[in-house]
């Protein structure tokens, strides 16, 4: 009777699992996809607890006690903005769970293991291991505690190549010979390593991409553990996440006209000063005139970036949305599919500030509605609005799909300099005739701009 409630319960989690992930893919299913996660996450855990393996559930509740009161912290404290630094840690704690049972079980079976078993965990300690460090260097950059531009040094490849290689052989070594457990602390220490390695040479905007290949890492990890130790609910969900992570991993580095090679091994977006850039001609506006702009628009699309983001300026961007729409002009908000630092973070963003779906519109449906914009706000984005992508061949962005904002009657930067974005190279958009640049944090310009629009009458 255990048997078959344990197996009802983890088919009800795998069913739960594969509709939350249909159901995240559209944000009018989101919040339903969450409440079925976490119903399936019951359901397996509730499964697993009745195992007859489980004879003591004391250490169990103090785990999930502490456990909880963690998760219920950050929930309430985290803000929104700071989802991609949750989300890396999280990995780091899904993978150093998952490294931890690997050590104990590869440990404890003292050299009795089969080779597929021995093989299995020692493989998913040293990818559980890479992918602790992995993340809490991604959570570093992306937090500010680490520096955010790569870092590299001659031959890093090289070295990068030689150490995983050491922690394959350990793998190899531990396979045909399961009793060599003194090898687990190297194995660990290797993994551990090659996970710094591996981020510290990744730029703080391919952080998306770093953090869903991290995330199919950690998925992949669970999986292999559930195979290990015969847990069918840890091998279903460990696939879906394995997979889910390097497919959208794939998706974005399509989105970005680029390889995993170049992301991972590339040292992408050497940092550019604009001293050389700031010596052409640009146009600088003020609030008062770009209110008076949208004011008189018929259609303005705004376009969200990681500088909207950082300056968490989705509220008072929202607030300006509503007061044009209430003034009957017709808005939008362009997505870009790699904008920000991890995938969907402008959309979770204008959710938060309440922002419709309707108005979140994608790349591909956006583009052709450009040509006939009054203005385009652009709120902290940079290289997803460059149009050298469309013709500089020797640009590093050459081919990648961006906002087409260019073609749009007038266009209105949002950004504190010119620096830079993250590719290291000068915008064109910025020296447009038809673009304006509006310095200034971006709650603060927002700020400005709904208190304008809020005090001026619209013009008959």
């Known amino acids: 009777m255990r048997e078959w409630a344990i197996g009802l319960l983890y088919v009800a989690a795998g069913g739960c699992f594969v509709l939350a992930l249909k159901w995240l893919t559209h944000p009018t299913t989101a919040r339903r996809a969450v409440r079925v996660g976490e119903v399936g996450m019951l359901c397996a855990v509730v499964g697993t607890l009745l195992q007859r393996e489980i004879i003591d559930l004391r250490w169990i509740a103090i785990g999930a006690v502490i456990g909880g009161t963690i998760g219920a912290l950050m929930a309430v404290f985290v803000p929104m903005t700071a989802m991609p630094q949750r989300i890396a840690l999280s990995h780091a704690f899904g993978a150093l769970a998952a490294a931890l049972v690997g050590i104990a079980e590869l440990d404890l079976g003292e050299g009795n293991l089969e080779t597929f078993t021995t093989t299995v965990l020692a493989a998913e300690i040293l990818l559980g291991s890479l992918t602790v460090t992995g993340s809490l260097i991604a959570f570093g950059k992306l937090q500010g505690l680490v520096r955010d531009r790569p870092l590299t040094f001659p031959g890093q490849n090289v070295v990068n190549g030689l150490v995983l290689g050491v922690g394959a052989l350990i793998v190899v070594a531990l396979a045909a010979e399961p009793t060599r457990t003194q090898l687990l602390p190297w194995l660990v220490a290797i993994g551990l390593t090659f996970g710094v390695m591996m981020v510290i040479r990744i730029g703080g905007a391919d952080m998306p991409v770093v953090i869903s290949l991290l995330n199919s890492f950690a998925g992949l990890s669970g999986a292999a553990l559930g195979f290990a130790i015969a847990n069918p609910i840890l091998i279903i969900a460990g696939a879906l996440d394995g997979s889910s992570g390097l497919l959208l991993s794939?998706?974005?580095?399509?989105?970005?006209?680029?390889s995993f090679t170049n992301v991972l091994f590339g040292g992408f977006g050497a940092d550019e000063t604009a001293e050389g850039a700031a010596r052409r001609p640009i146009r600088v506006t003020s609030a008062e005139e770009t209110s008076m702009l949208l004011d008189s628009a018929s259609f303005v699309v705004i376009v969200p970036g990681y500088g909207m983001a950082a300056a968490q300026a989705q509220h008072k961007i929202a607030e300006v949305a509503n007061l044009l729409i209430a003034r009957g002009v017709e808005v939008r908000f362009a997505i870009h599919p790699v904008a920000g630092r991890m995938p969907?973070?402008?959309?979770?963003?204008?959710?938060?500030?309440?922002?419709?779906?309707?108005?979140?519109?994608?790349?591909?449906e956006i583009n052709p509605e450009l040509e006939r914009a009054d203005v385009v706000l652009v709120i902290g984005a940079n290289d997803t609005v460059n149009p050298a992508a469309r013709h500089d061949r020797a640009s590093p962005i050459y081919g990648m799909p961006?906002?087409?904002?260019?073609?749009?009657?007038?266009?209105?930067?949002v950004k504190r300099s010119l620096r830079s974005g993250f590719a290291g190279i000068g915008n064109e958009l910025f020296y447009l005739p038809q673009t304006?640049?509006?310095?200034?944090?971006?709650?603060d310009v927002a700020g400005a701009l709904a208190h304008e629009l809020s005090t001026q009458r619209r013009p008959v």
């Open 344 to 364: 969907g973070h402008m959309n979770v963003l204008l959710a938060e500030a309440n922002v419709p779906y309707d108005l979140l519109v994608d790349l591909e």
């Open 436 to 443: 304006m640049m509006l310095f200034g944090d971006a709650r």
């Open 402 to 413: 961006i906002l087409d904002v260019d073609k749009a009657r007038s266009v209105i930067v």
């Open 250 to 258: 794939i998706f974005m580095c399509r989105a970005m006209n680029r």
